[in-house]
């Protein structure tokens, strides 16, 4: 049995030192948060759907060379990742207007981009993670100009994978947001996890605004039926991921 210890508890996820000081084990959660945790509760079976998600994404990418913080899950909800410095930024990539987009450009829910919009927002919970113009991000320091425009373009190609995936799973990826960190040979990994907690999905063969919802703004939202929905984004994944071989 291999020591651990409790390095960090976050909102959705626990973080725990192993034997191997390069690697940490997250422990993926049932609880759930929104509007900075104003509103909690618990999805069940979310933290074994959302690691599972996670899992076969990244692997994914990793296929088409672009390097994530994922090594394996010894379990359904834990998985294994190597310790990264995270960039305290949070990179949101959109191709439909949704969420916050609406709400501060005053642009229609559903709007289809022209092109796909890549945003960062500071991750700092007390200053409510505001979103960061490219100066402000410079200023603060939080990345180098090299950092900005590989988190832009690593974003992007992210994005053009997932979408097409999420297309053969007969869902529409809306935006999503993404974590990055650096490792001790300063190279740039995703982080966190890809799920229905950090993606908006919906069913691309449901035009209706609420039952079409398959991701946590079922939660955020209460349209109920938050299980049903994370467990059939799972199992379309499952099925898309053995058909493609
Ligand atoms: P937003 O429209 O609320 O800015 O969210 C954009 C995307 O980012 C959406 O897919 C949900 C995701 N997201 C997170 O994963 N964590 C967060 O804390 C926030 C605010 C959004």
């Not at 559903?110 to 402000?136: A, C, H, I, S, W």
């Not at 690593?154 to 979408?163: D, G, K, Q």
């Amino acid at each position: 049995m291999s020591a651990r210890s409790l390095l960090y508890e976050g909102k959705a996820k626990i973080i725990y030192t192993t034997d191997d000081p390069e690697v940490l084990l997250a422990h993926f959660k049932d609880d759930a948060t929104a509007y900075n945790a104003q509103k909690r509760g618990s999805i069940i079976g979310k933290g074994e759907i959302n690691c599972t998600i996670s899992k076969v994404l990244f692997q994914q990418l990793e296929n088409h060379q672009i390097q994530t913080h994922f090594i394996d899950c010894p379990a359904a909800n834990e998985m294994r990742v190597r310790a990264l410095q995270i960039l305290p930024i949070e990179v949101v990539v959109r191709n439909i207007a949704a969420g916050s987009l609406c709400q501060q450009t005053g642009l229609s829910l559903g709007t289809v981009l022209k092109q796909p919009l890549v945003e960062f927002y500071y991750k700092n919970d007390q200053l409510g993670d505001p979103l960061l113009t490219r100066d402000r991000l410079l200023l603060m320091e939080l990345a180098t100009p090299k950092q900005v425009e590989q988190l832009q373009q690593t974003a992007l190609r992210i994005n053009t994978y997932l979408s097409n995936f999420f297309q053969t799973c007969g869902i529409t990826l809306v935006d999503f947001k993404l974590e990055f960190g650096l490792d001790s040979q300063q190279q740039l990994l995703l982080a966190d996890e890809i799920s229905p907690d950090t993606c908006r999905l919906w069913n691309s063969s449901d035009t209706d605004p609420n039952s079409r919802v398959m991701d946590k703004d079922r939660f955020r939202r209460d349209l109920g039926n938050v299980e049903n929905a994370y467990q059939q984004v799972l199992e379309r994944v499952l099925a898309q991921t053995a058909a493609s071989g």
